[in-house]
């Protein structure tokens, strides 16, 4: 009796096999041959669930994201739990961590998401991808700030716009040194940025 296969599940296996080739040999390497090579699978079956070469990078593209968005929901769901007045930094900055290449996982991840981010610069059709993502961090910064806030633990005056926009810079140049210096940006010296960018956001403006 053949073997069922589960489509989305066979789509997901050939875009991890995307991300592994990506974050070992870079996004030049992620040829369907080499990815179908990865996957343990002929081209033939790779092509059978993706139209072309672009389908499969943009898939593999928005999985990287999924994957990084229920990490993000399940830290958010503490803070929305938080009881007036409560002291929410340590589950703010353990959210926004979740964006930093602290440990392997992440830190390929950000290998990973790097690479389809620069490649978006000269290829038109990953920037809608690309931009959602970044569109998706600013998003993120923005909703933490305007509910602290909201809360009053953060001043009443506070530029939600601008400080989104410079946490959001923060956690990319973080992430950045981090894949190219990683013994001098370390995760501890990470943690160590993000935590004082948070603190200064409370201190009192002039």
Known sequence: MPKIVDPEERRRAVAEAVLRVVARDGLES?????????????????????????????????????????R????????????????????????????????????RETVVWLAF???ARTRPELRPCARRMHDGQRSLAAHVLTEARRAGSLPDGLDIATESLRLSALLDGLALQA???????TPEAMRAVLRRHLASLRAPRP
Not at 87 to 105: C, S
Not at 179 to 185: A, E, G, I, R, S
């Open 30 to 70: 992620a040829s369907l041959r080499n990815v179908a090579a990865e996957a343990g699978l002929v081209i033939g079956s790779v092509r059978h669930y993706f139209a072309d070469h672009t389908e499969l990078l943009i898939f593999a593209m928005e999985e990287l994201g999924r994957r990084i968005g229920r």
């Open 72 to 107: 993000i929901g399940a830290r958010s769901e503490p803070l929305l739990a938080l009881a007036p007045g409560e002291d929410g930094r340590a589950l703010t900055e353990n959210l926004f961590a979740e964006l930093l290449p602290l440990d392997e996982t992440r830190h």
């Open 117 to 119: 981010t620069a490649a």
């Open 179 to 185: 894949v190219l210096q990683p013994d001098d940006v």
